[in-house]
C-alpha cells in the first residue's frame, strides 16, 4: 500500500511537473507573441512619425478654397464635390472656406491664404465686382487663381489663369425656349411673368435674368416684376407673397434656382393658389437638384435647367495644364441639360445647336446624387 501510495506520489509528482513545464511554455509564447506585436506596432508607428518628419514624404498640394456660402441645395453640392476632389488621400490639403454669402469675407480669406504661402487659391466670386485689388495681391504672391462657378469682371483679366462654370444666359435660353413650347402647345393667351432673381450682380443671376428679359421681348410675354430673392427659399418666399398682393394675373414664376422655387411654391400656396398641371401657376427654375427635381416629378415644377455643380475634375485638370506649363484653356464649361414636367423628350435648336429637353423620370431623380 505503501509502495503504491509513493509510486502514484511520484508519478503526480511527475505529471505535475510536466503540466508546470506546458504552463510555463504556453506562458513564454504568449509574452514573446505579444511583444512581437508591440514592437511592429511601434515600428509602423515609427515609421509613420518618421516619416511625418522626414523630407522623404510627397508634400501634399495646398489649396485655399473660398466659397460663396451654403444658400442652396446646389452650393451644398457643388462644396460636396471640391471636399471629394481635394483629399489628403490624393495629395491635397484643402483649406475651406465659408463665406457666409459676404464678399468682404471672402477677401479676407483670400489675404489668409497669400499669406499661407498656398499653391493654390480657388474661389465662386459672390459677385463679379470688386475682386482687382485682391487679385493683384495673389498675382504678386505668385499664387495662381482659378475661379469657378460665377465670374470676376476685372481690368486685367490676367489675375486668374481660368475659370469654370456654366453658360447661365444659355441656361435662360433653354427654360425660356422650353416655356415657349409650353405655352404655345396648350394655347395660353397670355404670359404674366414674375421674375424672382438670384443675388443681384452674381454672374448666374446676370445670365439667368437677361435670358428672361430678351425672351419676354421676343415672344410678347408681360413681365410684371423682378426682384431678388438671394437664392434662398426664405427670402424668395417673402418676394413672391408680395408679388401675389401686387398681381392677381400672375400665371408664370421664374425663380433662379431650386431653393428659390421652394420658397415661391410655399408663398403661392399659402395665398390659396395653386402651382402644377391644371394649376393657377407654372414655376420655372434652375439648378435641378435633387429637390428640384423630385419636386418636378410630382408636378410643382414645370421646368428646371440644370446647373452643373461638379467643378472639382475640372480645377484639377486646370491644375494638371499649370504644372505642366501650357494652359490651353482660359473658360471651360460644364456639361449639363433642362428637364421638364413632360411626356416625352423633345429637341429644341438654340444658336444652331440641338439640345434634347428631357422628361422627367423617376431614374432621373433616384440618379440624382445631391
Ligand atoms: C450657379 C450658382 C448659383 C446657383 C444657386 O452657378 O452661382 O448660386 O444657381 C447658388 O443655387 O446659390
Given at each position: 500500500l505503501h509502495s503504491t501510495s509513493r509510486r502514484q506520489r511520484q508519478m503526480c509528482i511527475r505529471d505535475s511537473k510536466y503540466v508546470m513545464k506546458r504552463i510555463m511554455t504556453g506562458l513564454v509564447g504568449i509574452v514573446l507573441l505579444i511583444s512581437i506585436i508591440v514592437i511592429a506596432v511601434t515600428a509602423e508607428g515609427d515609421k509613420r512619425i518618421e516619416n511625418d518628419g522626414s523630407e522623404s514624404q510627397e508634400k501634399l498640394v495646398t489649396i485655399g478654397f473660398s466659397q460663396v456660402g451654403a444658400e442652396s441645395d446646389w452650393r451644398t453640392a457643388n462644396s460636396i464635390y471640391i471636399k471629394q476632389t481635394f483629399t489628403p488621400e490624393r495629395g491635397y490639403d484643402l483649406l475651406f472656406e465659408d463665406a457666409k454669402q459676404k464678399q468682404s469675407n471672402q477677401i479676407m480669406a483670400i489675404r489668409r491664404f497669400i499669406q499661407q504661402e498656398v499653391d493654390y487659391i480657388v474661389f465662386s466670386p459672390v459677385v463679379e465686382s470688386g475682386w482687382d485689388t485682391v487679385l493683384e495681391e495673389a498675382k504678386r504672391a505668385g499664387i495662381p487663381v482659378i475661379v469657378i462657378d460665377r465670374k470676376v469682371s476685372v481690368r486685367d483679366t490676367g489675375l486668374y489663369t481660368a475659370w469654370i462654370g456654366s453658360n447661365f444666359y444659355l441656361e435662360g435660353q433653354k427654360a425660356c425656349k422650353v416655356l415657349n413650347h409650353y405655352v404655345e402647345e396648350n394655347q395660353i393667351p397670355e404670359v404674366n411673368i414674375v421674375n424672382i432673381q438670384g443675388t443681384l450682380g452674381a454672374t448666374s443671376q446676370i445670365g439667368r435674368t437677361n435670358a428672361l428679359e430678351d425672351a419676354a421681348d421676343k415672344y410678347g410675354w408681360n413681365l410684371l416684376a423682378q426682384e431678388s430673392g438671394e437664392y434662398t427659399e426664405a427670402k424668395a418666399y417673402e418676394v413672391m407673397t408680395k408679388m401675389l398682393k401686387e398681381y392677381e394675373?400672375?400665371?408664370f414664376v421664374y425663380c433662379e434656382n431650386d431653393n428659390e422655387a421652394f420658397g415661391a411654391i410655399d408663398a403661392i400656396r399659402d395665398a390659396g393658389k395653386t402651382v402644377g398641371p391644371g394649376g393657377d401657376i407654372q414655376i420655372i427654375s434652375f439648378d435641378a437638384t435633387q429637390e428640384g427635381l423630385r419636386r418636378m416629378r410630382n408636378g410643382e415644377i414645370l421646368i428646371d435647367a440644370e446647373c452643373n455643380p461638379e467643378h472639382g475634375y475640372y480645377v484639377e485638370k486646370v491644375m494638371e495644364q499649370i504644372e505642366d506649363k501650357e494652359?490651353?484653356?482660359?473658360e471651360w464649361n460644364v456639361p449639363e441639360e433642362v428637364f421638364a414636367n413632360i411626356p416625352e423628350n423633345y429637341e429644341i435648336m438654340l444658336g444652331g445647336k440641338r439640345y434634347t429637353i428631357q422628361a422627367i423620370t423617376e431614374d432621373i431623380v433616384k440618379q440624382r446624387e445631391y
Open positions: 394675373d400672375i400665371n494652359l490651353l484653356q482660359k
